[in-house]
């Protein structure tokens, strides 16, 4: 079983600054992405960034980059430049590869952009 | 790609009720899954569809619930003789038949059982 593990539970930043949110994960498989998805206050959850295991290159969109260790079973998202619109809970979440299953979320941390 | 719709956004219901939940996923998704989240907490995973079939289930999905997608496009999530530990946010998603495939979330369906 994965289990993904999010220690932060609520941040502050402020606005034009950058943060990094944490997130490690527990896994037997070899293979497999790992993602970060953002929930708005009472608005849908949408990706954010995501990175395949395999890849050692860590991704990066815009103002939103990830920190993937593969071997300390990390994957940290910074946000660069904060918004006030970057307000949301922040989820992480993991799924092997060549399953057509559920993703396994983390808890969240709720991340707060203020002026 | 007007996203995932979910009906209703919100739902009151006594206990002992039952209740239905209905997701529209995007259209070429062929994916179709369900989550529940509770105050605190990350999504859940409760069961998913690949076109009409149900093929994975979670133990979290106990016999009083029951999901469907009849014809491959929309589902439904009935919920019977429903129990206070049910009050949840209800939340569909879809993704194409890719693994990779990142899904697209609706906005849920809180539900309040009292």
């Known amino acids: 079983a994965q289990t993904v593990t999010q220690s932060q539970p609520e941040m502050s930043v402020q606005e034009a600054e950058t943060v990094t949110l944490s997130c490690t994960y527990d896994?037997?498989?070899?293979?497999?992405?790992l993602f970060w998805y953002k929930q708005p206050p009472s608005r849908q959850m949408i990706l954010v960034i995501r990175q395949e295991a395999y890849k050692q290159q860590n991704a990066t969109e815009n103002r939103f980059s990830v920190n993937f260790q593969k071997a300390a079973k990390s994957f940290s998202l910074k946000i660069s430049d904060s918004q006030l619109g970057d307000t949301a809970m922040y989820f992480c979440a993991f799924i092997p590869t060549g399953t057509a299953s559920k993703l396994t979320f983390g808890t969240g941390t709720r991340l707060q952009v203020t002026l | 790609d007007t996203g995932v719709s979910q009906n209703p956004r919100h739902k009151i219901t006594k206990r002992g009720q039952n209740v239905t939940f209905r997701c529209d996923p995007i259209s070429e998704h062929n994916r179709l899954y369900w989550y529940r989240q509770t105050l605190g907490q990350g999504p859940e995973f409760l069961t998913y569809?690949?076109?009409?079939?149900?093929?994975?289930k979670s133990r979290l999905l106990s016999d009083r619930f029951s999901a469907e997608r009849p014809k491959g496009s929309f589902s439904t999530l009935e919920i019977q003789r429903t129990e206070q530990g049910d009050s949840a946010m209800y939340l569909c998603?879809?993704?194409?038949?890719?693994?990779?495939?990142?899904?697209?979330f609706g906005n849920g369906t809180r539900l309040t059982v009292t």
């Open positions: 998603a879809s993704s194409r038949a890719a693994y990779n495939s990142p899904l697209h």
């Open positions: 896994t037997s498989e070899n293979n497999y992405y």
């Open positions: 569809f690949q076109n009409e079939a149900q093929l994975e």
